[in-house]
């Protein structure tokens, strides 16, 4: 069975993305803010990491750059949704660890 961390700061997002995958056959685990994500990160050890938000509990490049550093520590594939009018930066493509990038709207069905 495939495991997929959730990095949401959208409580209800988050709900309905591990709903739906929990249905597909994924076993989920879900944090809501970026100073927390290292501890499930390790102990779940996930296929899958999924983030998205960009507010004061969680920012999404600062999740990818905070990835990157720690990328011996995990071997899952990451998938970045930035908010739909933020740019990126070819410098910040560098700084972060990422295998997937998507951009908001984004329905849970395209996610999974």
């Given amino acids: 069975m495939d495991r997929a961390l959730l ?4 409580i209800q997002f988050t709900r309905q993305l591990e709903m739906t995958l929990r249905k597909v056959g994924f076993e989920v685990e879900s944090v809501n803010n970026e100073f927390s994500f290292q501890e499930p990160l390790l102990s779940f050890n996930p296929d899958y990491i999924i983030v998205r938000g960009n507010s004061s509990r969680l920012s999404v490049l600062n999740v990818g750059k905070k990835l990157k550093e720690s990328a011996t520590h995990n071997n899952g594939k ?3 949704i ?17 295998d997937i990038i998507l951009n908001e ?4 069905l395209r996610v999974v």
């Fill in 7 to 10: 990095i949401i700061d959208d």
């Fill in 82 to 98: 930035f908010p739909e009018d933020y740019m990126l930066s070819g410098d910040d493509l560098f700084k972060i660890r990422s």
């Fill in 105 to 108: 709207p984004i329905s849970t």
């Fill in 78 to 80: 990451v998938m970045l």
